[in-house]
C-alpha cells in the first residue's frame, strides 16, 4: 500500500500536476490500506515538490444495504470535488469510488482529465472500462503477495520463534492501466492546460511567454512537449 501511493504520487507529478487529492469511503472494506495509501502519496509528494503542492482529501459515505455498496449521504463529497483547484490528481482508495467520484463530475461539469485526472486502485477490467471515460487504476501485485504470505507461513511453522524483524516483506510491485480518466503520456496535462488557456484567450494578443507562465514550465520543455 505504502509503494502504490508513492507510484501514485510519481504519477501525477510526471504529468505536471501541482495539485493533489484523495477521496475514499467511510465503507469501504480497505479503510486501513487506504490510510497507509493516503499518507505515502502526500508524503511523496511533499518529497518531489515541497511547498509547490497542495494537498486536500475527502473520506465519505453512509452505509447502505449491505458493505458493497455506499451512498454519498450529506453532499459534503460534492462540495469538497467542487472546491478543488485545477488541474488536479486525485487518487481514489478503489474503482468503484472512482466511478462515483466520475458522476460527481459529470454532474458539476467538470471535465475528467482536463480539470481533474482520476486515478483508481484494484484494477477491474470489466467494472473500469463500463463508466465514462474509463478508470485509471493502480494493480498491485496480490499474486507476489500471496507467494510471500505462504512462505513466511511455511517458515513460522519451521521455527515459531523467527525474529519479528523477519515477519515482515516489502512487496513493492504494482502496475498503472492508463486509461481515459487521465491525460496520456508524461506532461501530457501541461499541454492540455496550455491548448486551454489559448482557446479561451486566443483573441486577447497572448504570447509565448503568457502560455508558459499560465502552465508553470520552462519554454524549452512547453514547446518539446507541444511538439
Partial sequence: NESIGVKAADFFVNHGLRHFAFFASNVCRERI????????????????????????????????DNDDYWELGDGESEKWVGN???PCGVLVNEVREAANMLAICRALGIRVPDDLE???????????EQVQPAISSLVPDYARCAVEAVDM???LIADPRLPRDRRRV???????????????????????????FIRRHACEGIGVPDVVAQVGVSRRLLEKRVR
Fill in 118 to 128: 482520476i486515478l483508481g486502485v484494484n484494477n477491474s477490467y470489466g467494472f473500469c
Fill in 84 to 86: 478543488l483547484p485545477h
Fill in 153 to 155: 507461513l511455511m517458515a
Fill in 33 to 64: 490500506a487506504g490510510a497507509i495509501r493516503r499518507d505515502a502519496f502526500r508524503r511523496r509528494i511533499q518529497e518531489r515538490l515541497g511547498a509547490e503542492a497542495t494537498f486536500s482529501q475527502c473520506v465519505t459515505g453512509v452505509m447502505a
Fill in 170 to 196: 516489502r512487496v513493492p510491485s504494482c502496475a498503472i492501466i492508463e486509461r481515459g480518466s487521465t491525460s496520456s503520456g508524461d506532461f501530457g496535462h501541461v499541454v492540455a492546460r496550455a491548448r486551454d
